[in-house]
């Protein structure tokens, strides 16, 4: 098991099985032994996840955006938001997978709002951490977007405190 805290101690990230844990869990040896109960099948576990993430999205009473000052105050609102396309994708391989729910959630005024606020898949930078993308070695003078480049657009928008790690990490 792996704790991680961000540097402001607000939030703790539990890996709870290294990733040779999950191939031994999909995988044909599992079967042979005394822990066959606990095989997993990927695409079952993918269309388990896809049916959970797309429900949680579209739980509209417990989970209306404009109600909630942030996301982490949903637990598990992030992940469903940004990976449930992964999951469906994965799932779609499947010849019985079922697409409705996906449908509903663009026909459903709130869901499709939930999703966006919480992940913008024509914005996914937006809301990640500036720290923690220069941390992990983010080129601070990469070109492109409506700014040209994370320093011009930190300063159009008034962020002084991401153009000064912009600059304290040698944007230009």
């Known amino acids: ?60 009473k417990e989970f209306d955006c404009s109600s909630f000052g942030s996301p982490v105050e949903i637990p598990l609102a992030e992940y469903a938001a940004e990976y449930w396309t992964k999951h ?16 509903e959630l663009l026909k459903k005024e709130n869901g499709l709002l939930n999703w966006i606020r919480l992940y913008d898949p024509d914005e996914p930078w937006r809301g990640a951490d500036p720290k923690m993308l220069l941390d992990k070695g983010a080129d601070v003078n990469a070109q492109g977007g409506r700014y040209r480049n994370a ?18 990490k040698g944007a230009m």
């Open 1 to 60: 098991m792996d704790v991680e805290e961000d540097n402001e101690g607000t939030q703790t990230i539990v890996r709870l099985a290294h990733f040779s844990v999950k191939e031994y869990l999909i995988s044909e040896r599992i079967l042979q032994g005394d822990a066959r109960r606990y095989n997993i099948q990927e695409i079952n576990a993918n269309i388990s996840i896809y049916n959970d993430c797309l429900a949680y999205l579209l739980d509209v």
């Open 88 to 103: 469906a994708q994965i799932a779609e391989r499947y010849t019985g997978f079922n697409p409705n729910l996906t449908r």
């Open 151 to 168: 320093l011009q657009a930190a300063s159009a928008e008034g962020h002084g405190q991401v153009v000064q790690m912009l600059l304290d």
